[in-house]
């Protein structure tokens, strides 16, 4: 393997941005959401469930601030544990989502803001989903660019060295 053949796949400064971008809107809209519902609306379970999803959307953030710093040049890895973390958060997602659609379904609910309001609660079920999804997609992407770069560092480090073999010869 020719080590000028491999090439390095940086996460592009545009797309850091962009992901900058949505985690932070994602932050202040899930807050809102969460002290308009919990407060004024006085319904709990969309309020709380979107200050899951900020919360998600926070984690994501500081993910990707992380790799714009350069945090994890020292020990990507560590990335796993996000990625774990996203999966479990998108898991809560979709059990919530499910479970409040059937009580949605079977108390034939209607779209109610104030009070118990099932169907708003699937909206931002969802939304904690989709924050566990990016978190997953973020942390990823994150390590195979590291793992990539490994991969050149282990290909640089072989060259100009001699294959080990055992000496035992047979008899």
Excluded at 9 to 33: D, E, K, Q, Y
Excluded at 137 to 148: D, N, V
Aim: aromatic share 14%; glycine share 8%; net charge positive.
């Amino acid at each position: 393997m020719d080590v000028g053949s491999v090439n390095v796949r940086r996460i592009s400064p545009c797309s850091l941005r962009a992901r900058l971008i949505f985690s932070i809107i994602g932050v202040f809209v899930s807050v809102s959401v969460g002290i308009v519902f919990c407060t004024h609306y006085k319904n709990y379970n969309t309020g709380l469930w979107g200050l899951l999803s900020g919360i998600a959307a926070a984690i994501a953030l500081g993910v990707t601030i992380a790799y714009y710093k350069q945090v994890w040049d020292s020990n990507p890895i560590r990335l796993k544990s996000f990625m774990l973390t996203g999966c479990f958060i998108q898991l809560t997602g979709v059990c919530g989502f499910v479970a409040y659609l059937v009580l949605a379904i079977t108390k034939n609910q209607g779209l109610v803001v104030y009070g118990e309001g099932y169907y708003l609660t699937c909206v931002w079920c969802f939304m904690t989903w989709k924050w566990g999804f990016a978190l997953l997609l973020y942390s990823r992407s994150f390590l195979r660019s590291y793992a990539e770069q490994e991969q050149i560092l282990d290909a640089e480090s072989s060259v100009g060295k001699k294959p080990m073999y055992n000496a035992v010869k047979s008899c």
